[in-house]
T-cell receptor, first 114, second 110 residues
């Protein structure tokens, strides 16, 4: 069954702590994404990865970094989290550039930074 | 930067009545359009993808694309209460960049 898995689903951190959000897929998709979703702002692209160690900034990369050492895993890292990074984070993946197959989304990680 | 706008912001329909959602985009070179559904506190579920002008049907969901008018719509036939969700329009150009609208909140009343 094709699936994008995000861990953890819920996370509470204090301001200044480091945060690691993990995403996995078992479909050998080349392209993976990290988005955040906030009320009134919709889905905003943080980073896009075209394959292992081939990552590009999205529209709001500041305060985030990513790691993709295996095709199946794409991590989002917040070094010294800030309260304005409280959000729902979604990971997605697709074959190639995503033109012919709609990206599959995970269920999201709800992060609260206190 | 691509701008994707959806209307209406919210829509209430009765069970069985057609629901119509609209999406406009700003970049006429866009070539890949999708509608997603998002139930509360859940991920995004793709409903229909369309790549050329005209109509594409997937079950009860039909997308209409008119690139000259920078417009794509979604029509839901015989909506059910379980279709109550946020519907997101997604538009792509090149190299996998996807731009989303802010969504339409659909409520289907029994």
């Amino acid at each position: 069954d094709m699936k994008v898995t995000q861990m953890p689903r819920y996370l509470i951190k204090r301001m200044g702590e480091n945060v690691l959000l993990e995403c996995g897929q078992d479909m050998s998709h080349e392209t993976m994404y990290w988005y955040r979703q906030d009320p009134g702002l919709g889905l905003q692209l943080i980073y896009i990865s075209y394959d292992v160690d081939s990552n590009s900034e999205g529209d709001i990369p500041k305060g985030y970094r990513v790691s993709r050492k295996k095709r199946e895993h794409f991590s989002l890292i917040l070094d010294s989290a800030k309260t304005n990074q409280t959000s729902v984070y979604f990971c997605a993946s697709t074959i190639g550039g995503g033109h012919n197959q709609a990206p599959l989304f995970g269920e999201g990680t709800r992060l609260s930074v206190l | 930067q691509q701008k994707v706008q959806q209307s209406p912001e919210s829509l209430t329909v009765s069970e069985g009545a057609m629901a119509s959602l609209n999406c406009t985009f700003s970049d006429g070179t866009s070539n890949n359009f999708r509608w997603y559904r998002q139930h509360s506190a859940k991920g995004l579920e793709v409903l229909v993808s369309i790549f050329s002008d005209g109509e594409k049907e997937e079950g009860r969901f039909t997308a209409h694309l008119n690139r000259a008018n920078l417009h794509v719509s979604l029509h839901i036939r015989e909506p059910q209460p379980s279709d109550s969700a946020v519907y997101l329009c997604a538009v792509s150009i090149i190299r996998g960049r996807i731009f989303f609208g802010d969504g339409t909140q659909l409520v289907v009343k029994p």
